[in-house]
């Protein structure tokens, strides 16, 4: 069976892998083979994961785990009685089973799960498990310890940009980030130190700074649809509304399938009643991925554009699903909540918006416009306050609101 199963995996064929495993798995071996191979388990098992059922995935990757564990000497403690392949076989397998308990938000399972790997210092921890770690703690707010493993990442893969920004999240300094790549790499890669000290000023709030520092960059790397688009987006949280529009469209045209940061560019759109070309670039989205929250960020727009307020909300959900982190579908989200006059439900989006995002006016401006409706009128001086002390050269709006609000109740 281990052999016909390899074929059909080789060859590419997941469907056929998932239905014959299946079959094996529950069918009674006849006297010489009552329990099927590990292999069996571990190709249905990735099989269901690359169809994204990765709910079953993981009881089939937890079986062929449970096969290998019973196939060790019964004798040794904590995996010592397994060769170096074996080992490198079970991290592997622990790895795929951490990666679909991420899938599924089982967060605290995939950090169990990753710990077994790390149990064993001697045996080659991949890359992508000691990152998957980082993420994991660091979503958790264990930042130290997220801190190291993003550190171990950079220093095996220096051009980690996942780990870079996870760095500069938690608030690790540029320079010291910079002391972890060796020399000859920044020397090649003329942009990567620019590009990270942009990354930090941005996580600063000092949005005016990204912007000069990736506007210094050489004409050949500034060419880079995905820096153009990262200068869009610095544009765009300045207040630099015309500058934004104009390198979101640069990327656009040089990449009509990027992702990165176009749900920024549809935000901008909408706000300039742009639906021509909102839906230019709400379609390409979803032409390159559905599994991208930016892309629902988007049609999201684009729904409520055409007076489909519903589906727009819908969309809008659909987008948080998918990433509960990104800032421009929590605010989406806030938005379209309060249009349907559930200020209490926009407030909540709003404030998560500006957790993530404290220099983020639009995430400030909603709070502003949201709170007075629930009679909270210190909250508001407190948000208009902090939105002062991030973004001062866009804040009057927000007092404006404030003032008009005093002034109308007061009256």
């Known amino acids: 069976y281990d052999f016909e ?11 056929s892998v998932s239905f014959v495993s299946d079959i094996e798995l529950h069918t009674k071996f006849s006297s010489h083979q009552t329990v099927p191979s590990c292999v069996t388990a571990i190709r249905l098992a ?17 079986m062929a785990i449970r096969q290998m564990k019973s ?78 493993y993003y550190k171990d990442v950079v220093r095996q893969c220096p051009l980690a940009v996942e780990a870079i920004n996870g760095l500069l999240q938690i608030g690790v300094k540029s320079s010291e980030i910079l002391s972890l790549i060796p020399p000859d790499i920044l020397t090649k890669h003329s942009w990567l130190s620019v590009w990270v000290e942009a990354t930090e000023q941005m996580e600063l709030c000092q949005f005016k700074g990204a912007v000069t520092l990736l506007q210094s960059l050489p004409e050949k790397s500034i060419e880079s649809p995905e820096l153009i688009a990262q200068l869009g987006h610095s544009q765009w949280m300045a207040g630099q509304l015309d500058d934004a529009g104009r390198s979101f469209h640069k990327a656009c ?22 639906t021509s070309e909102l839906q230019k670039v709400a379609t390409a989205m979803l032409q390159a991925s559905e599994q991208h929250c930016e892309s629902w960020v988007a049609l ?51 404030r998560e918006a ?32 902090l939105c002062l002390f991030h973004l001062p050269y866009r804040t009057i709006f927000c007092l404006c609101l404030l003032i008009l609000y005093i002034y109308t109740t007061f009256d």
């Open 5 to 15: 199963m390899e074929k059909l995996w080789s060859c590419g064929l997941t469907d």
């Open 46 to 62: 990735d099989s269901l994961s690359e169809q994204n059922r990765y709910l079953e995935a993981i009881q089939h990757y937890q």
């Open 71 to 148: 196939a060790h000497n019964p004798t040794a403690r904590d995996g010592g009685g397994q060769t170096e392949e074996e080992r490198m076989k079970d991290n592997d397998i622990r790895l795929r089973l951490a990666t679909c308990q991420y899938k599924m938000k089982h967060y605290k399972s995939a950090i169990e799960t990753l710990e077994e790997i790390f149990k064993h210092p001697k045996g080659n921890c991949p890359v992508k498990a000691t990152a998957l770690c980082a993420a994991l703690h660091h979503r958790f707010g264990r930042n130290r310890i997220a801190a190291k």
């Open 253 to 274: 045209c040089l990449n009509p399938h990027i992702i990165s940061h176009m749900d920024s560019y549809a935000h901008l759109l909408f706000i300039d009643g742009n």
């Open 300 to 350: 999201a727009y684009l729904s409520y554009s055409l007076e489909k307020k519903t589906r727009a909300l819908y969309f809008s959900q659909k987008a948080c699903s998918l990433s509960d982190t990104n800032v421009e579908a929590i605010i989406l989200k806030g938005f379209l909540l309060h249009k349907f006059k559930k200020p209490q439900e926009a407030v909540v989006q709003y």
């Open 354 to 385: 500006v957790r993530f995002s404290p220099g983020h006016f639009y995430a400030n401006e909603g709070l502003t416009v949201c709170l007075p409706f629930l009679y909270v009128v210190v909250h508001v001086s407190v948000c208009v306050c």
